[in-house]
């Protein structure tokens, strides 16, 4: 009686052990497999490729956007020092009735619209 060990299934502690396929059988089975392996591969690698790329241009607009700010504030703050330096001399000067001037300007605008809402 002769058996057949290429098909033969042992079983060992519940699990089935099946022979490896013949060489021909198993090259190209492993071919098949490392071709479809490489194909993910390459489209892993393209989406890779694809994201650094739109991380890298996101970098360049964020880098352009922080630049731009940058030269906003010193801008910005040079026109206040400017302004601040003007208010100081303004100070300094002996025009110091301004406040007094603004002081009474104020109570007659509130003086105005008090009379004019009490006539209503």
Known sequence: MQRDTSKMRRAHAGNLYEPLPTQYEAGNNIE??????TDQLK????VLKSLSIDIGAEVRY???????????FEKTG???GN????VLRLAKGGHNYY???IFLFSILVFFILWI???LR
């Open 83 to 86: 302004t601040m330096n003007r």
């Open 99 to 101: 406040i007094f001037y």
């Open 43 to 46: 489209d892993k690698i393209h």
């Open 32 to 37: 098949e497999e490392n071709e479809k392996m």
């Open 62 to 72: 964020q880098d352009k956007l922080l630049r731009d700010m940058d030269e906003d």
């Open 78 to 80: 040079g026109f206040l």
């Open 116 to 118: 004019t809402l009490k």
